[in-house]
């Protein structure tokens, strides 16, 4: 059965560092390209960063492009998020999600879509 969990959200102030994890249970990381998501009070879910299934590539969305940094151990089957300069725009709940993707892949999209795997979140709070 595959589950997603993932975990380190909290409250934060402006200008802290937080890093989200997402645990891959169920299946195989180098198979799979991961994105994290995010959906603020009252907004539409957006797609903040991904990772390909080879590790060569990732995307950030504008917003957080030189703050966040997303990573991958397969060995422990976790991809992370590594939120600097927090800004209260962070405030949201945050999912990480896996889409089926071919070993070799260099490249990877946040789409909602064509995730096929989700997380059930994890709250960011940035307040000041």
């Known amino acids: 059965q595959v589950q997603l969990v993932e975990s380190g959200g909290g409250l934060m102030q402006p200008g802290d560092s937080l890093k989200l994890s997402c645990v891959l249970n169920?299946?195989?990381?180098?198979?799979?390209?991961i994105s994290w998501f995010r959906q603020a009070p009252g907004k539409e879910r957006e797609g903040v960063s991904c990772i390909s299934s080879n590790d060569d590539y990732t995307y950030y969305v504008d917003s957080v492009k030189a703050r966040f940094t997303i990573s991958r151990n397969n060995a422990k089957n976790t991809v992370y998020l590594q939120m600097n300069s927090l800004e209260l725009e962070d405030t949201a709940v945050h999912y990480c999600?896996?889409?089926?993707?071919?070993?070799?892949?260099?490249?990877?999209?946040?789409?909602?879509?064509?995730?096929?795997?989700w997380g059930k979140g994890a709250l960011v709070t940035v307040s000041s």
């Open positions: 999600a896996a889409e089926f993707a071919s070993s070799t892949s260099t490249w990877c999209f946040p789409e909602e879509k064509d995730m096929d795997y």
């Open positions: 169920g299946l195989s990381p180098d198979r799979y390209a």
